[in-house]
T-cell receptor
């Protein structure tokens, strides 16, 4: 299995621009999570989906952030407009709900820099 | 408020020694606790899970303990090697919810 695939790996953009991050979860996994990691705040959960339905988006910082999961094999996280404080590494993770360990499988992350 | 605390200072140890990392939490009723390893520029990788009714779990050179009275988990790496150098994250799944919340991680440096 190829694992969780995220793109782009690196994104540098200017303040005010729209940013779209993409994620392909592991085939067969029915839960998908978006996390953000910074030195100051660590790994924070933004939103998670179960069977393509958003379950909890309480971690989404503000209305500039939105996430979609149109099907079981694809999710996007969009920031519009982007701000310098959005600079972070964004991770997507997936898991099989009801698994024995609840192990999350993470992608390699998308490093976002907003100038 | 809910907190998961790991020592933010790096832990430096000599190769061959046992590394012990701590995870403390407040205002959680965890169904289980997990430990992950994260290398620079990579995503976290799952290592071990321990449930609320388990005291100890082992996997090769790794050992995790879970004390729900002290609200603490200890993560041990015996016979540490330079290749064990990484950041180690603990994560809790709260019994009331379905989300996994992570601590800030502790960086381990094993010197040859």
């Amino acid at each position: 299995d190829a694992g969780v695939i995220q793109s782009p790996r690196h994104e540098v953009t200017e303040m005010g621009q729209e940013v779209t991050l993409r994620c392909k979860p592991i085939s067969g996994h029915n839960s998908l999570f978006w996390y953000r990691q910074t030195m100051m705040r660590g790994l924070e959960l933004l939103i998670y989906f179960n069977n393509n339905v958003p379950i909890d988006d309480s971690g989404m910082p503000e209305d500039r952030f939105s996430a979609k999961m149109p099907n079981a094999s694809f999710s996007t996280l969009k920031i519009q407009p982007s701000e310098p404080r959005d600079s972070a590494v964004y991770f997507c993770a997936s898991t099989l709900g009801g698994s024995n360990t609840g192990e999350l499988f993470f992608g390699e992350g998308s490093r976002l820099t907003v100038l | 408020s809910q907190k998961i605390e790991q020592n933010s200072e790096a832990l430096n140890i000599q190769e061959g020694k046992t590394a012990t990392l701590t995870c403390n939490y407040t205002n959680y009723s965890p169904a289980y606790l997990q430990w992950y390893r994260q290398d620079p520029g990579r995503g976290p990788v799952f290592l071990l899970l321990i449930r609320e009714n388990e005291k100890e779990k082992r996997k090769e050179r790794l050992k995790v303990t879970f004390d729900t009275t002290l609200k603490q988990s200890l993560f041990h790496i015996t016979a540490s090697q330079p290749a064990d150098s990484a950041t180690y994250l603990c994560a809790l799944r709260d019994g009331a919810g379905n989300m996994l919340t992570f601590g800030g991680g502790t960086r381990l440096m094993v010197k040859p």
